[in-house]
T-cell receptor, first 113, second 111 residues
Framework: GAGVSQTPSNKVTEKGKYVELRCDPI?????LYWYRQSLGQGPEFLIY????????DSGLPNDRFFAVRPEGSVSTLKIQRTERGDSAVYLC???????????FGQGTRLTVV | QKEVEQDPGPLSVPEGAIVSLNCTYS??????FMWYRQYSRKGPELLMY????GNKEDGRFTAQVDKSSKYISLFIRDSQPSDSATYLC???????????FGKGTRLHILP
């Protein structure tokens, strides 16, 4: 399909390990968002890309979290030294430009044990 | 005070009833308002998207924005069991351009 694709759909990792989560946006969408959603909560903003650059990374909780989008398409969210509190669903969304409709992927469910 | 407030529910209504969901917000710079539907273990699905104040209708769904009261609503007519889901309001257009979500309202349509 032509929607936002996130891989893997599920990831279980041990505390202290490094993980990478991938997002393939809708073709041609310049804006890309990462959100984190805990059970019973709305999505919490992490970082927003316009093209290759991070326009707003104010939602990243600490320096263990980092995201890249080197060619303005695929993005990778990287989490170092994972902690149990990082367990959540990580959602990616893309839009044609900022302030237009954002379309979400199915998310990556991260479990840190 | 959180930027976007939304009653988490759950809200249970009989099939065929009109459902009213709403959110309030504090940031007067918000200009873009969205409603998403989220089924269990799925990503949010965009339902309605409106700019500034006014109404927008799409099939059984109507979105209303009242910027003077900082209040938005989603109405679902002729509700059906398949409408049972969590409904998230979202908004943007503030200085930072990020989209801010409410906590979501869990809706149950009873057959």
């Amino acid at each position: 399909g032509a929607g936002v694709s996130q891989t893997p759909s599920n990831k279980v990792t041990e505390k202290g390990k490094y993980v990478e989560l991938r997002c393939d946006p809708i073709s041609g969408h310049t804006a890309l968002y990462w959100y984190r959603q805990s059970l019973g909560q709305g999505p919490e903003f992490l970082i927003y890309f316009q093209g290759t650059g991070a326009a707003d990374d104010s939602g990243l909780p600490n320096d263990r979290f980092f995201a890249v989008r080197p060619e303005g398409s695929v993005s990778t969210l990287k989490i170092q030294r994972t902690e149990r509190g990082d367990s959540a669903v990580y959602l990616c969304a893309s839009s044609l430009r900022r302030e237009t409709e954002a379309f979400f992927g199915q998310g990556t469910r991260l479990t840190v044990v | 005070q959180k930027e976007v407030e939304q009653d988490p529910g759950p809200l249970s209504v009989p099939e065929g009833a009109i459902v009213s969901l709403n959110c309030t917000y504090s940031n007067s710079a918000f200009q873009y308002f969205m409603w998403y539907r989220q089924y269990s273990r799925k990503g949010p699905e965009l339902l309605m998207y409106t700019y500034s104040s006014g109404n927008k209708e799409d099939g059984r769904f109507t979105a209303q924005v009242d910027k003077s009261s900082k209040y938005i609503s989603l109405f679902i007519r002729d509700s059906q069991p398949s409408d049972s889901a969590t409904y998230l309001c979202a908004m943007s257009g503030g200085r930072d351009d990020k989209i801010i979500f409410g906590k979501g309202t869990r809706l149950h349509i009873l057959p």
